[in-house]
Every structure is written in C-alpha cells, then in structure tokens.
C-alpha cells in the first residue's frame, strides 16, 4: 500500500511503513484503558522489521505482566508522554502501534474488539466489530 506515516504529539519519535497491517484491532483491557487515559487502545499490528522508526533514542519502556498473563512492554515517547508501540514477550518480532499516532488513518478497519468484559458504559465495544473476552486466538 502506499507510504503511511506516523508521530508522537512531539514529532520526536516518527515512524513509516508500507506494508499493510497485519491486524487492527480495539482494545478494552484494564492497562490500555491506564495506559491510554482513555476508554480503550486502537492500535493496529506490524511486523517490527517493515516499520521503519525515527528518534528511537526517545522512546521510554514500561513492562508489566498483563492479565493474559504475559508480559507486555509498551514505548511512549519521554519528552511528550505519548504511547506509541506495544510488544508482547509471546511475539517480539511483533509491533503493535497506536492508531491515533498514524498522520492519516481513514483506511484503516479494525476488526476486533478485545477484552470486553472490561469495556467501560461510556465506551463500548464496537459492535460493527468481532468481541473477544480476552486476546483473539
Ligand atoms: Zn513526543
Ligand atoms: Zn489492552
């Protein structure tokens, strides 16, 4: 697909790529809704090595055991405080990015809505999308 690009509210940390997303999906869990400040995560998922990065040196690192029971780091951005990426220790080659950091997101389709059963009454799963109690399989 054509080149999309991505940045923190600061613009020190940027990123791009070109391939198309392997999943989008919403996320409800109880440390998205943390993480973010708000009602659920958008976040769409790339290999790492198609998602080139700029001003990586800014990234800061949190990791926590999540409830799924893995450990899960996510980067945000230490000048700014935006959360940008999440990694799962299941799937380190993996990158999930947070929608709302994509400069241009209107083709993107979540598919998933995850973690439900936490999803809270003023922000409700989505209903055009697949719900899942936990992580889709
Ligand atoms: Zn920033
Ligand atoms: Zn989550």
């Known amino acids: 697909m054509e080149k999309q690009t991505g940045q923190c509210l600061c613009g020190e940390i940027r990123y791009s790529?070109?391939?198309e997303p392997i999943a989008a999906a919403h996320c409800h869990c109880l440390?998205?809704?943390k993480a973010t400040g708000c009602?659920?995560?958008?976040?769409f998922g790339l290999a790492g090595q198609d998602v080139e990065l700029f001003g990586q040196e800014s990234l800061g690192e949190f990791t926590l055991k999540a409830r799924s029971g893995l450990s899960v780091t996510r980067l945000f951005c230490q000048n700014c405080g935006s959360p940008?990426?999440?990694k799962a220790e299941n799937n380190p080659d993996f990158i999930w990015i947070k929608a709302g950091s994509l400069d241009q997101s209107d083709w993107l389709k979540p598919t998933?809505?995850?973690w439900t059963g936490s999803a809270v009454i003023w922000a409700q799963a989505?209903?055009?999308t697949t719900h899942h109690r936990g992580n889709p399989e």
Do not use: K, L
Request: charged fraction near 20%; aromatic fraction near 16%; include cysteine.
């Open 31 to 33: 440390d998205c809704q």
């Open 39 to 43: 009602g659920f995560a958008t976040v």
């Open 112 to 114: 998933d809505s995850c």
């Open 126 to 128: 989505d209903p055009t």
């Open 17 to 19: 790529f070109t391939d």
């Open 84 to 86: 940008m990426f999440t």
